[in-house]
């Protein structure tokens, strides 16, 4: 906090204020939409035979302990969620590839769909055995739904699983 404080400051600029502002005017509606696209995908990928499975809250086990702690604590699901495919990397790079409508980037929660590959990218450097440990497998493509119509992004998400 510090080093954030000394290096930009602890007052944003009326710029930045202003766009916050700006953008907190919509970010309840922006994150109900993408929380209701993501629970649409998420449906139509779990059932899906070239996904091994989907790691989204929507779908965490009744009883479970991780079910009850969410439904105490949490109002939704999100948009954010795992997809380990059927395959590994070199299957997962033919998904990204060939969406058309998400973008493959590494920062998630936007309001456009934007998915990653944290094996090859955000955790290239983390050991293999602490990837392995977390769930960061060559399959796992993490993805963040945006506020695009959900039957568009389930066309393209549909398209990307044709080439794996």
Known sequence: MRMMRNTIGTICDPNTAWMLLRSLETLELRMQRAGENAAKVCAFLRDHPKVERVGYLGFLEDGSREADIYRRHCTGAGSTFSLYLKGGEKEAFAFLDSLTIA?????????????????????????????QALGITDNLVRISIGVEDPDDLIADFDNALRAV
């Open 103 to 131: 973008h493959l980037a590494v920062s998630l929660g936007g309001t456009e769909t934007l998915a990653s590959a944290p094996a090859a990218m955000t955790h290239l450097s983390v050991p293999d055995e602490r990837k």
